[in-house]
Each structure stands twice: as structure tokens, then as C-alpha cells.
């Protein structure tokens, strides 16, 4: 059964760097066709995705967010971790890791999401 | 960037009812399009990918169809679970989500 769960903190200051954890299991990054995802959703609004790193170190990052994510893997502790740069008041959102498989390229498995809050 | 327009953006039905939602990309993205459901306070749930393909456990009243820039999600019997906000998400090497569309009772 895989899970993915995300943790974090819940408030970040304006202009800080925020480091989100996603813990997971029932799958390892290193099979081939994997891959892991973040996406955001700011209260009542849409789906934003955010960034995905695939079983290959192979990263995509949203073009818009470009310069502010990284994406990084540690297959051994079945972690991936996002870290997004100069955070602002328009970043509050619940941020959620998803698994993700090349053979639907779709996030068939999502954690349960995580809210962050920007305010000073 | 790929753009991903969905419409209508609200729907109001009632159980029973046949319900289409359509998702329309600003350019070809072949069938690489899936459809999501989500309820209030909880994840997204994969019901959809490769455009028609069935996700495991997702009842067979919801069917996917289109390709190229143009799909739709239907549901051909709109039980009470249903009653959510529905999102498509297009693959292009990069991913991007409609802006959703919420089904409401009517």
C-alpha cells in the first residue's frame, strides 16, 4: 500500500525559504517509471503543480516557479523534499506530495496535504 | 505553457442526471489529459488518465473521452458522492491543472 504523508512548518515569514518533507512508502524512487510530485492549492482556489522528480534524478519544475523551487530525492530515507525560496503572503496555500507513474503520467496516489501559512 | 481551460465552472445537477465537463488545452497534448475529484478538505483522486482509461476502484459511471485539445469527463448517473469539484491535469513534459469545476446539487 503506498502512502505519502507531507510535513513542514505551518507558518513562514515573508521573504523566507520554505522546506517541505514528503515521507513515503510502499514504493521506492528508484523503480523505474516513478516519480514524485508536489502540487499547491491556496485556500478556495485551483490545483497548482509545482514540481516532480522523476526515478532518474530527471526534474521538472512549473516554468512560472521556475526560480524559486528545488526538488531533491533521498531514495534511502524514502524522502523527497521541495524548498521554495522568497516566500510571500500569496504563497498561503496546503501544499500536497503525490506519486506519479510515467505509464498514465498522472498522480495516482496523494498525502493527505499540508497547509502553510505566509504572514509576518 | 500549456493553458488547460475547463467549463463550466459550476454545474448545478441533480442525482440521476447525466453530467459533462469539458477541458480544452491550448495545444495538442495527444491523450495525456486525467481527471481528479476532490471534496472539501480532502486530496485529489485520480478517476481518469490517458484521457479515457479507467483508474482501479472508480465506478464505471465515470467515462473520459477526447483527444488531441479537446475532452470531456462524464458522468452518466450522478450519485450523492458525487457531488464534488472536478479538475483535469494535461502532460507535456510539464503538468498543468484546469481551474476546476464544481458540481453542485441543484
Known amino acids: 500500500q503506498i502512502t505519502l504523508k507531507e510535513s513542514g512548518p505551518t507558518l513562514v515569514k515573508p521573504t523566507q525559504t520554505l522546506t517541505l518533507t514528503c515521507t513515503f512508502s510502499g514504493f521506492s524512487l528508484s523503480t523505474s517509471g516513478v516519480g514524485v510530485g508536489w502540487i499547491r492549492q491556496p485556500p478556495g482556489k485551483a490545483l497548482e503543480w509545482l514540481a516532480l522528480?522523476?526515478?532518474?534524478?530527471?526534474?521538472r519544475y512549473s516554468p512560472s516557479l521556475k526560480s524559486r523551487l528545488t526538488i531533491t530525492k533521498d531514495t534511502s530515507k524514502n524522502q523527497v523534499v521541495l524548498t521554495m525560496t522568497n516566500m510571500d503572503p500569496v504563497d498561503t496555500a496546503t501544499y500536497y506530495c503525490?506519486?506519479?507513474?510515467?505509464?498514465?503520467?498522472?498522480?495516482?496516489?496523494w498525502g493527505q496535504g499540508t497547509m502553510v501559512t505566509v504572514s509576518s | 505553457d500549456i493553458q488547460m481551460t475547463q467549463s463550466p465552472s459550476t454545474l448545478s445537477a441533480s442525482v440521476g442526471d447525466r453530467v459533462t465537463i469539458t477541458c480544452r488545452a491550448s495545444q495538442s497534448i495527444s491523450s495525456w489529459l486525467a481527471w481528479y475529484q476532490q471534496k472539501p478538505g480532502k486530496a485529489p483522486k485520480l478517476l481518469i488518465y490517458?484521457?479515457?482509461s479507467l483508474e482501479s476502484g472508480v465506478p464505471s459511471r465515470f467515462s473520459g473521452s477526447g483527444s488531441g485539445t479537446e475532452f470531456t469527463l462524464t458522468i452518466s448517473s450522478l450519485q450523492p458522492d458525487d457531488f464534488a469539484t472536478y479538475y483535469c491535469q494535461q502532460y507535456n513534459s510539464y503538468l498543468t491543472f484546469g481551474g476546476g469545476t464544481k458540481v453542485e446539487i441543484k
Open positions: 522528480i522523476y526515478w532518474n534524478d530527471d526534474k
Open positions: 503525490a506519486h506519479f507513474q510515467i505509464a498514465s503520467n498522472a498522480f495516482d496516489i
Open positions: 490517458k484521457a479515457s
